[in-house]
């Protein structure tokens, strides 16, 4: 069964460095999420990307956060300037065309960030 | 704009027994799909069950079953003949289907446990 991958699955990084979550969606999706669960909380939709531009965005993606799909299989999150909150679990998604659940709203294993 | 709730944080059912997970959602839609997600320890979202509000029969698979109330705007998932691999932390979730972004919105989870 077809899968979206996630690296790494655990990131440590220091306050202020900039860090990127990679995503590689399932190959014939067209649309792009990510998802941010802070340990103990519900999930929360951060944005989300079709047709190479951000398509709807959460008040939670700010100025730090971008997105983008460097090639025709990575989406990548990008946080400039990592703070102590932004450590959460993050979870890519990706989902297909037209009447897109039928063909199928896939998550990723998530990418657990945490910021020192 | 929708909301979705989650009553109970924390749930605990002997093996075997069967068990109810309540969720409420408020929308003005008409037009959505509504899902249970099951996230285990490895903190994988995993897809338990979808319904989609203009069907009225209560969706099935195999041991998990809804019961979907659209007047009431409750839909509860029932968990027959429990296992201890249940356990885990269950998300309602809504999508409205008239949204072209089709981003899910989550309740705050229930905890589960299933007891030996």
Same mark, same amino acid.
């Given at each position: 069964?077809?899968?979206?991958?996630?690296?790494?699955?655990?990131?440590?990084?220091?306050?202020?460095?900039?860090?990127?979550? !990679?995503?590689?969606?399932?190959?014939?999706?067209?649309?792009?999420?990510?998802? !941010?669960?802070?340990?103990?909380?519900?999930?929360?939709?951060?944005?989300?990307?079709?047709?190479?531009?951000?398509?709807?965005?959460?008040?939670?993606?700010?100025?730090?956060?971008?997105?983008? !799909?460097?090639?025709?299989?990575?989406?990548?999150?990008k946080i400039r300037s990592t703070k102590l909150e932004d450590s959460a679990m993050y979870f890519c998604a990706?989902?297909?065309?037209?009447?897109?659940?039928?063909?199928?709203?896939?998550?990723?294993?998530?990418? !657990?960030?945490?910021?020192? | 704009?929708?909301?979705?709730?989650?009553?109970?944080?924390?749930?605990?059912?002997?093996?075997?027994?069967?068990?109810?997970?309540?969720?409420?959602?408020?929308?003005?839609?008409?037009?959505?799909?509504?899902?249970?997600? %099951?996230?285990?320890?490895?903190?994988?979202?995993?897809?338990?069950?979808?319904?989609?509000?203009? %069907?009225?029969?209560?969706?099935?698979?195999?041991?998990?079953?809804?019961?979907?109330?659209?007047?009431? %705007?409750?839909?509860?998932?029932?968990?027959?003949?429990?296992?201890?691999?249940?356990?885990?932390?269950?998300?309602?979730?809504?999508?409205?289907?008239?949204?072209?972004?089709?981003?899910?919105?989550?309740? %705050?989870?229930?905890?589960?446990?299933?007891?030996?």
């Open positions: 069964e077809p899968e979206v991958t996630q690296t790494p699955s655990h990131q440590v990084t220091q306050m202020g460095q900039e860090v990127i979550l !990679r995503c590689v969606p399932i190959s014939n999706h067209l649309y792009f999420y990510w998802y !941010r669960q802070i340990l103990g909380q519900k999930v929360e939709f951060l944005v989300s990307f079709y047709n190479n531009e951000i398509s709807e965005k959460s008040e939670i993606f700010d100025d730090q956060f971008s997105v983008e !799909r460097p090639d025709g299989s990575n989406f990548t999150l990706s989902s297909g065309k037209g009447g897109r659940l039928l063909y199928g709203y896939t998550f990723g294993s998530g990418t !657990r960030l945490t910021v020192v | 704009a929708q909301t979705v709730t989650q009553s109970q944080p924390e749930m605990s059912v002997q093996e075997a027994e069967t068990v109810t997970l309540s969720c409420t959602y408020d929308t003005s839609e008409n037009n959505y799909y509504l899902f249970w997600y %099951k996230q285990p320890p490895s903190r994988q979202m995993i897809l338990v069950i979808r319904q989609e509000a203009y %069907k009225q029969q209560n969706a099935t698979e195999n041991r998990f079953s809804v019961n979907f109330q659209k007047a009431a %705007k409750s839909f509860s998932l029932k968990i027959s003949d429990s296992q201890l691999g249940d356990t885990a932390m269950y998300f309602c979730a809504f999508m409205d289907r008239m949204n072209r972004d089709d981003k899910i919105i989550f309740g %705050k989870g229930t905890r589960l446990h299933i007891l030996p």
